[in-house]
């Protein structure tokens, strides 16, 4: 699952997810007003259906209503947006991106340790 997406598809993605992996239409634009966005329908429709197209969902039909389903989970987009990020801003080399966290303080050392021990316990 190589495809990118949107920002707008990614708010759409992050409404589902939110809701457990699947959506009517009406939670997503009930949703989308809350955040006091003002998209059109056809946006939100236009929207939906490339994720569709990019297979990060599908539509079930639920009488004359349309289920949105995620075919990809957050966690898998997550961890394909950071290999994705991990490539291309430090052709793959993880300690580069490590040293930069550290030394413009976005890690701090008690985060680095608490990575070190779930490091030890996967590994165990």
């Not at 190589?2 to 598809?9: G, K």
């Not at 259906?49 to 039909?61: A, C, D, Q």
């Not at 300690?95 to 996967?122: C, G, H, M, P, Y």
């Amino acid at each position: 699952m190589a495809q990118q997406i949107s920002e707008s598809e990614l708010v759409l993605m992050k409404i589902i997810w939110k809701n457990g992996g699947a959506a009517l239409y009406s939670l997503i634009m009930e949703e989308l007003e809350k955040d006091k966005n003002e998209w059109k329908n056809n946006t939100v429709l236009t929207l939906l259906s490339r994720l569709g197209e990019k297979k990060f969902l599908k539509v079930k039909k639920i009488g004359r209503r349309n289920e949105y389903v995620a075919t990809v989970t957050e966690a898998e987009y997550q961890a394909m947006q950071t290999h994705s990020f991990l490539d291309k801003v430090y052709g793959g080399n993880v300690k580069n991106l490590v040293s930069t966290l550290l030394r413009q303080d976005i890690l701090s050392a008690d985060e680095l340790k608490e990575i070190e021990t779930f490091w030890r316990k996967e590994n165990e």
